[in-house]
Every structure is written in structure tokens, then in C-alpha cells.
């Protein structure tokens, strides 16, 4: 089945509890906080099911690309398609899209076995996430605070860290919190689980499961709406569509069937399902596709942004854009290199190269902060000369003096405030402080971005390098 935007909106009307602060919210849909975030993700169901190319077939039925379980380099190719058709649609500004935890169960899907008595139910939630078209994001780490229990029972306080509480004949009963469901207001499912390693003693915490957004006890805490705050798309063009909101999960008493618990009461293992399966690289091979259409977006207004004052003709403004572009390019082919050196893993599969996606995914987390930081000085001080907003227009006087004095030669007045509004929502609004945020975290901290590199690398093709050119001589004799 492949879902139609209108048919996405209308499964987000199912009584899912979301607070704003104190603020429940009755519908995602049309509540200013959110409807056109909502509008964005639905408009991603429309352009994969209006364009074949972006879905395939089996069995006599069509689904989404994202759920495809690749047996050779075509239907890699196949599946970033659609990842670059939906980071275009959003210019990567939407991290947590459909495609995203999709993308994660279908990796897992291709070595099953991993989950070792719960392998058919994990198969089977694949298959229903494929079937009915569903839009699933995580919730895999626990609450900051959480992570020295310690603490917590010292001072005879609950530990807040989500928990299975009870075990019955029809499933599992788990409570506490679990961040950081970026999209979930939207979404269909939570995938519950453990990013982070937990202690061998950690057993109840061990738990990975999928709730729907609108299961029984299930709330959703989102951070501070961006969109609600803006009075017009031409302000804040990006805050306006794009805000795909951060919600804490947290869980009261909350029954999930047998079918749906995918590791249970191991520690060990709820940690190892997403790096001994494709998973985490499918997962991250979006992550990679989605942060090159933001570096487009970027690259293109830099250069706008140089031409609007006549500056992209100095030497050292070229050089700026220069740079700006080689960074581009080198993210393109570090991306196009993880199909080209596809790996044959696991045992009839193609899985798009480990190495060569961490590398990316690390170049992406340590890099974006010196990008926008660069941006901002190629923009300087010429956002401030901008007029607080457009109603200058609507003044008869204040629109003749703005048309005059505001425009330059290379673009009128209005344009070039467009443009600067576009800018600033990059790089200086409370979205983009978010983004910078986001940007630096969305795949764990430096040192675990880059543990994921330590581990895929052949050290012993490394070190036989050395030993080799080392036994090529021998000490001098007298």
C-alpha cells in the first residue's frame, strides 16, 4: 500500500496525546504549533507514491522504496532516489523523515536471526510497517538524568529511565522516559530501544519494542514549537514548513504485545541488533543523503547571498564559494562511493559500504557548525539593515523609501530581503540554533560517531602495511 498525504493527516487524528507545556493538543493537524510541519510530511507520502520510480513491487503489491531489501547496486541506487527526493523536498531539513526509522527495521529485516527468539516477530513488524505504509521514528536513548542510577537510589527516588515493570501471558508492561522522538507528533510508531551500551545488570532497561504514537499511557513532551511563533511564511520561510519538533516519550503503564517486543532482558543484544544487521548503516545512509541536499541549500544561498551585493567578483569572496562547493562535492562522492563499493552483507544482500557512510556521517556532525559559521561571515552586518518585517509594504511611503533606498544593482529590495530572511532563518533563528544543536548530536556524540569508524576499520590490513614496508629491510650490517 502506499499511503496519499491526505490519508497520512487524517491517521494522525487518533487521539494521541501531545503537551505543549501544559497545552494538550487536539489535532496535530491544524493546531498552529504544527500544521505545517504536518503538511511537509504528508507532502513526502504524495511524491513517492506519485512517482514509480520511487517504490516497487512484490508479491503483486507496490511499496515504498525505503522498504526495500537490496540484493544488488541497482536497488541501492533505488533506495537513495527516494532519499534524495525527499531531502530535496525538505532541503534536509527534515532529520527525522519517513524514510529514516524505516530505513533501520527494513536493515534489520535482512539478518534476523540477530534477534534471536524474537527473529519472526521482527520480521512480521517489517512487513506491517511495509504494508500499511507507516511512518515509524525512535525514542533509543535514555533521559540525561537517568544515566547514573546510582543517584537515584541513594536518594529512594524512581529512576526515570523507561523500564518493562511487569510481564503477562499477553505481553510486556513498560514505564518511564525515553528521548529524543524528533518527529514523533507526526509519526505513526515509536521504536523503543538502546542506542547507548547499557551495564550487563541493566535488564529491565533492555527492552526494544514499536508502540503506536496513540497507544494507552503513551504522552509525548514536545520541546518549544518554532512554528507557532511565526506570523508569516516570507519571515520565516524554513521555521514555517520544517520544524519537525522534539518530543521526550514518556510511558505510564504501557501494554505492548509479545509480537511487538523485538529484545527483551538483554543487555547485551539491545545494543548489537543495530550494528550486526544493515540497520544502522540503511539508517545513516539517509542521514548522509539528507544533510547533502542541506549542504545545496547552503552552497546556493552563499552564493546568492554574494551576488546580491556585487561581491562573488572579489577574489576572496570566490575563494569562500570556492571551498563551499569542494565541501559539497566531496560529501556527493563520499556518498556515491557507498554504492559503488557496496558490500555483499549479510548472505544475499548488498548493504551500502559501512566504512565509507561513518566516514560521512562523522565529516557531517564535525563539520556543519564551521559551515553555517562561514555562511555567517560571507552574510555579515547586511541582515540587520533589513526593516523588522514586510508590513513595510503595506505603508504607501515606507514602501516607495524601501524600493528606493533598499534595492542595489544586482537586485531590488524586496528580493534582497527575501533573501536575508531566508538567510537568518539558516543561521540565526531559533530554528536554526535547533539545527546547529541537532546537527552536531543527531547521530550521538563525537566519540561514538566515531567508535563506529574505529570498529568497521581493517586494523590488520592497516598494520600489515606498516609490518610490510618495515620487513622490506634489514638492520645494516658492519
Known sequence: MLKTGAEHLESLRDGRVVYIGSEKVDDVTTHPAFRNAARSMAAIYDIKRADPRFSFEEGGERFSSYFLRSKSKEDLQKRTDLHRAIAAMSHGLLGRSPD??????????????????????????????????????????????????????????????????????????????????????????????????????????????AVPVNAPGVTLWSRKPFERHVAHEFENPLTWRFDETDSMVMCENVKVPWERVFVHMDAILAREIYIKTPGHCYGNHQSNVRFHAKMQLIVGLASKIAQASGANEVPAVREVLGRFAALEAALGGMIAGQLHDAEDWPAGFKTFNRRYMYAALNWCTESHSAIIDALRELIGGGIFQMPADITVMHDAKLRKMFETYWQTPQLGAVERMKLYKLAWDLIGSEFAGRHLQYEKFYAGASFIVRNHSFREAPWEGFHKVVDDLMGSYDVPTR
Open 100 to 209: 529514516h526509522v524505516s530505513s533501520f527495521v527494513t536493515g534489520m529485516s535482512m539478518n534476523p536471526e540477530v534477534f534471536k527468539g524474537f527473529a519472526k516477530n521482527l520480521l512480521k513488524y517489517y512487513e506491517e510497517m511495509r504494508a500499511r505504509d507507516l511512518y515509524g521514528v525512535y525514542a533509543v536513548l535514555p533521559p540525561q538524568a537517568a544515566r547514573n542510577p546510582e543517584f537515584y537510589v541513594k536518594q529512594n527516588i524512581p529512576v526515570p529511565s523507561l523500564r518493562v515493570v511487569r510481564e503477562d501471558d499477553d505481553g510486556v508492561v513498560i514505564t518511564g522516559m525515553k528521548m529524543l522522538a524528533t518527529g514523533a507528533v507526526f509519526a505513526n510508531e515509536i521504536w523503543i530501544g538502546n542506542l547507548l551500551p547499557l551495564a550487563p545488570n541493566q535488564l529491565a532497561e533492555s527492552v526494544t519494542c
